[in-house]
């Protein structure tokens, strides 16, 4: 579903700064309609301005905002604690392994296991209360 076209040229350059979760689900729903991402932006923001679309609210008064938060800077640490075991199986496969370091893999298993059962249990928490 694409605009109409109008006389007046859209030749005015702005740059806005998203999240990675607004930039998602945007561009989801700019592809859903057939529109370029910032062509959908564009329409959006004009016609909340022009009162032709309710303004819910901004994604930061959302009450879940905060645990979404945690959980996304949660998911960056584990993959950084990732990039380390990584360098782990390098120095094991180039012959040095620590005295300590099955002991060591196997506690960071189970704590990967148990923060991703962690996080999905909050988002199926989250589901259920509508969130």
Do not use: W
Not at 4 to 23: C, G, L, N, S
């Amino acid at each position: 579903m694409n605009r109409k076209r109008t006389t007046e040229k859209r030749d005015q350059e702005k740059t806005i700064r998203f999240t990675p979760t607004a930039v998602r689900i945007i561009a989801k729903e700019a592809e859903r309609r057939g529109q370029k991402f910032a062509g959908f932006v564009g329409d959006a923001a004009l016609a909340v301005a022009l009162g032709k679309a309710g303004l819910v609210g901004s994604p930061e008064d959302d009450p879940v905002r905060p645990l979404i938060e945690a959980i996304e800077t949660h998911t960056v640490a584990l993959n950084r604690v990732g990039n380390n075991l990584n360098q782990i199986a390098g120095a094991i496969h180039r012959g040095t392994v620590p005295e300590h370091a099955e002991a060591v893999l196997a506690s960071v298993e189970q704590t990967v296991e148990n923060s991703y059962r962690l996080i999905d249990r909050l988002l199926t928490e989250g589901d259920a209360h509508g969130a």
